[in-house]
């Protein structure tokens, strides 16, 4: 009985099977107005139910006529394109066409899409597709369907190919390994990273190595480069052990969502790649999260666990609906961080007056530390800015729009005036506006 059930469960009849029996069905009805066709009727309607026996026939025949598995990535990087690998293997004798059906987890809200796929006789096909998560947590995979019509195409076979899978959903680690990775090359400048000129001496001699491009032509080794028969460069390291910590705001005003991502992981994902760099460039990174407390606290180290450290932590970090309190945040660093440090404070001002109260206390971090203040545009002003009003209302509200856009403007001005750094980005470019500041900071030999 339980095969029974199972058989009716993987059955279904495809739409040519039903446009074939729409097609015998209208030849009955033209048989009551012509009755020699009634004889040509019958015979269509037989015809289809024999193939469409014979079709299914040859799809149930062989108990695992289509293998297939999920591969899915360890974990997945948020705001990035994460691949999901299907693999498949044909048993049949013939071209199995199928039609794949994964269920993805409801985050993504695709339940619609179905990737048809050829596979032939004893043959092996992968398909990949992508995913992009815009927020952290676990993503867990339902059933791998795949539907196999037969040789003739009446009628389809229904395999659960995977059972659920779980996937954490990560800060931007891809994000953090590209620009890794053009550190080490030197190709920063791919990406939009200045190259910064130093400033005076704040580095040292480490080794000679080939030149490759973006090196500085002035670093050329002429002696080496005879010897080697190739261009040779002097490559320099900065001063070590600077600490560089990112503060990461978790109140109400980072909940705001731009292209899909709040701004909390927007500054996650900036604070893991600026981390990481300062790692490599031989500066200890350190992290603070805060709200109406501080809630963790990593000391500052360049070990290689010290990613890791920072990874864990910033994966579980969720927005507050509170205000921050800026006053435990002052005397939080001004207990726990003796040594003059960088500090990159990854928060979000909508008004004047919402940094006015804040100002007291972060005159009074700059005061002990290098403070860079990071704060976001509001993108979505751009079209109404640029639009052309037709009536009075759109001219009120374009006026409106260009007074938020002005002082968000002299927010970044003011806190100027006052010596903390201040850096008013698109969240788009708010990795890349913040490692500029931090290497311009450090040629200067300010950080």
Known sequence: MDRVVRFYKALYLSPRFFLLLGVGIALFLVAYMFPELLFFAKIALLLLLLMGFLDGLLLFISKDGLEGKRKLPERFSNGDDNPVKLEFKNNYGFTAHVKIQDEVPF????????????????????????????????????????????????VERRYKLAGEDMVPCYPSYIQMRKYQLMAISNRLTEFGVKQIRRLGHTSEFEQIKEYVRGDDYRTINWKATARAGKIMVNQYMDERSQQVYCLVDKSRVMKMPFEGLSLLDYAINASL?????????????????????????????????????IMEVLYK????????????????????????????????????????????????????????????????????????????????????????????????????????????????????????KYLELKARGMA
């Open 107 to 154: 985050q993504f809200q695709r339940r619609d899409e179905d990737f048809p796929l050829k596979i032939p006789s004893n043959g092996e096909e992968d398909f990949e597709y992508s995913l992009r998560p815009t927020e952290r947590g676990e993503y867990k995979f339902g059933v791998l369907n795949a539907f196999v019509s037969g040789p003739l195409g009446l």
């Open 317 to 436: 970090q969720e927005t507050d609906f509170l205000e921050a309190d800026y006053e435990r945040l002052y005397s939080l660093t001004k207990r726990r961080i003796s040594a003059r440090s960088l500090l990159i404070l990854f928060t979000n001002f909508e008004s004047i007056s919402a940094m006015r109260r804040q100002l007291p206390f972060l005159q009074s971090i700059s005061q002990n530390h290098l403070l860079m203040v990071v704060f976001f545009e509001n993108t979505e002003l751009n079209e109404l800015l640029e639009s052309q009003p037709q009536d009075m209302e759109e001219i009120y509200i374009k006026t409106i729009g260009e007074d938020f856009a002005f002082k968000k403007q002299q927010i970044a001005k003011e806190l100027e005036q006052h010596g903390i750094i201040a850096i008013l980005t698109p969240p788009a470019n708010l990795t890349v506006n913040t490692l500029n």
């Open 273 to 309: 790649v600026i981390s990481n760099i300062a790692i490599h460039k031989h500066d200890k990174a350190g992290l603070i999260t805060f709200c109406e407390k501080v809630d963790n606290i990593i000391p500052p180290d360049n070990r290689a666990i010290q990613m890791n450290r």
